[in-house]
């Protein structure tokens, strides 16, 4: 079938990799489904099981269907060669399988999901779909492209949702133009989408806050956790993660301390499930570095998020991590061991700013570690809060949709304004007075927001 709509994504999708979500990091989890679950004027608020279009069936695409179809919507699937939507179809059907075999899902409901996936050879396979979601290259226009030959087709309610992970969904809704600007959101999906909890829910410009609704009760009904965003760089995820990478190269180029050094104190003490350096081997240098200064530079080159020039010379090396063996662990061997070693310098602290980390420390973990892994875990963790009350004070999200975010998103142990509340406000803005003392850039000064309680 040639497809009508011109090329998709060629299978080349965009995956965003978090802690979590690969093979082989470590981590594993279990997988968690929930049961199966019109007029021109706004979309029906019902959340029981409907039609679903998925426009491309690479990684995300198949995750996004195998999770709808789990829970008992149809799904018509789409991509450039019915031969991909085949295989996905079948790569479904497999990973249902070895769920049948470890007893986590009956034979018939496995056999009842895999019979609600549909090929779609055209875009009036999606004429009575409730929701089309696209899941196709990072691209804009490529984006544009392919919806623009969808829309037409769909219902005059059927929302149309981009999985887009940094691209701005206001745009995509501007491209796509009336009357389909009020009716088209973000449903960003982690990968892979089967597992990952998380999905942000973005309002573009012109999105009716009906839309927002229906797309939230939708993605719970699916077992997922919803946190919703603005419409600005990186979202809620890649915008409030950034600090939890960056200070931690920051700390290396400081001297203080060896990359395993630092992973060590957010694993031990923090109860993060990856180091902050092992989690950007395993993204990838390129890919972290290129978010992290797509970030920085869109929200107009902030302190905080200034990239690390450690980290951007192992990319421009091409020292990106496990994919090439070398990041900032060499991977040549059985064990990883560091690539580079940083510490430089004997690690000494002030009075006023042990007080303020051991304070702090005290309160936010069960058993504090020595004084230079409290010093690891106070620094980033600030960072990380500095960085979330700031998304919160641009409108980013409300606070408790970013806790939601870095929890399911990026499975951090606690959310950051969590940690606010558990370790107290005075003690956090000490930590945070205390740390801006030892910069230059005044990165670590408390928002104003701060001083306002929780």
């Known amino acids: 079938m040639a497809s009508p709509i011109g090329v998709f994504s060629q299978l080349h999708f965009t995956i965003t990799i978090q802690m979590g979500q690969v093979k082989n990091s470590g981590y594993k989890e279990k997988i968690q489904y929930s049961d199966g679950m019109t007029n021109h004027s706004e979309p029906s608020l019902s959340t029981s099981p409907a039609s679903l279009g998925v426009i491309g069936a690479g990684t995300m695409g198949a995750g996004i269907a195998q999770v709808a179809s789990m829970a008992g919507w149809k799904v018509e699937l789409m991509d450039v060669d019915e031969k991909v939507v085949q295989a996905a179809i079948e790569g479904i059907a497999k990973r249902l399988n070895r769920l049948v075999e470890k007893e986590r899902l009956t034979p018939a409901a496995r056999d009842e999901a895999v019979s609600r996936l549909l090929v779609a050879t055209s875009p009036d396979c999606f004429r009575e779909c409730d929701l089309v979601i696209e899941a196709i290259v990072e691209d804009l226009d490529v984006k544009a492209k392919v919806l623009g030959g969808i829309v037409p087709s769909l219902r005059d309610d059927a929302i149309i949702a981009t999985n887009t992970s940094s691209l701005s969904v206001s745009r995509i809704a501007q491209a796509l133009g009336e009357p389909y600007q009020s009716r088209t959101c973000g449903m960003h999906f982690f990968n892979p989408a089967p597992l990952m909890k998380l999905c942000e829910v973005i309002a573009g410009d012109q999105t009716s806050p009906e839309v927002v609704n229906r797309v939230t009760q939708i993605a719970q009904s699916w077992g997922k956790q919803v946190a919703r965003a603005a419409d600005v760089p990186g979202f809620i995820v890649n915008h409030v993660a950034r600090p939890y990478y960056l200070e931690a190269f920051r700390i290396l180029e400081d001297g203080y301390a060896r990359p395993d050094d630092v992973d060590n104190a957010m694993k031990s003490l923090g109860g993060f499930r990856m180091g902050p350096l092992e989690l950007t081997d395993l993204i990838g240098q390129d890919v972290n570095t290129a978010t992290t200064r797509s970030v920085w530079e869109q929200l107009d080159k902030p302190p905080l998020l200034h990239p690390s020039a450690l980290q951007e010379s192992l990319a421009q090396a091409g020292h990106l991590g496990r994919k090439t063996k070398r990041g900032v662990y060499d991977y040549t061997t059985e064990t990883p061991t560091p690539s580079i070693d940083t510490k430089a310098f ?69 959310g950051p304004f969590e940690w606010v509340t558990q370790i107290g406000t005075d003690k956090v803005m000490s930590l945070l007075d205390a740390l801006n003392e030892t910069v230059d850039d005044n990165r670590f000064a408390p928002p104003e927001s701060l001083r306002v309680p929780v």
């Open 346 to 414: 004997p690690f000494e602290m002030s009075e006023a700013l042990r007080e303020a980390v051991n304070n702090f420390v005290t309160r936010a973990v069960d058993r504090p570690g020595d004084e230079l892994q409290n010093y690891i875990f106070a620094r980033i963790v600030g960072a990380l809060i500095v960085q979330a009350t700031l998304a919160f004070e641009r409108g980013v999200a409300q606070r408790d949709d970013i806790d939601i975010a870095m929890k399911y998103g990026v499975n951090y142990p606690h």
